[in-house]
């Protein structure tokens, strides 16, 4: 387990932001983060949650792809905007798919700063 927290709002330019860094988090201390921000996300206002996924040296599977569709899933009434750092290839097609199955929109960053900032203008 990290020595920090994966999961935590963090403020930029005035605005609250909640992070979630999955880069390189193991299948198990995922499941356990994305709990974890499944009921801080639950406790937000409708259409108010600006979201900063981090997703660099992150490995997809069978089963975080199922989970992440669920998780977008259960956050779609409350994220105002999601940005996502650290989408390429193959990762790339598995969020587009997400996106199409779920409804959700992800705006996609090379980039924590650029990413930060895009959230913050929302």
């Not at 199922?66 to 009434?77: G, I, Y």
């Not at 940005?83 to 997400?98: C, E, F, N, S, W």
Request: with cysteine; glycine share 4%; proline share 2%.
């Amino acid at each position: 387990m990290p020595d920090y927290s994966r999961v935590m709002f963090i403020r930029h330019k005035g605005k609250e932001i909640l992070q979630l860094d999955f880069s390189k988090c193991k299948y198990e201390e995922f499941l356990v983060e994305v709990e974890k921000a499944r009921g801080i996300v639950t406790e937000q206002a409708p259409k108010s949650l600006l979201i900063l996924k981090i997703v660099q040296d992150f490995n997809f599977n069978k089963e975080i792809t199922r989970s992440m569709k669920e998780f977008a899933t259960h956050n779609l009434p409350f994220v105002k905007a999601a940005a996502v750092v650290g989408v390429t290839g193959l990762k790339k097609i598995i969020y587009d798919a997400i996106e199409r199955l779920t409804g959700s929109e992800f705006r996609y960053f090379n980039d924590v700063d650029t990413a930060k900032d895009w959230l913050a203008e929302q």
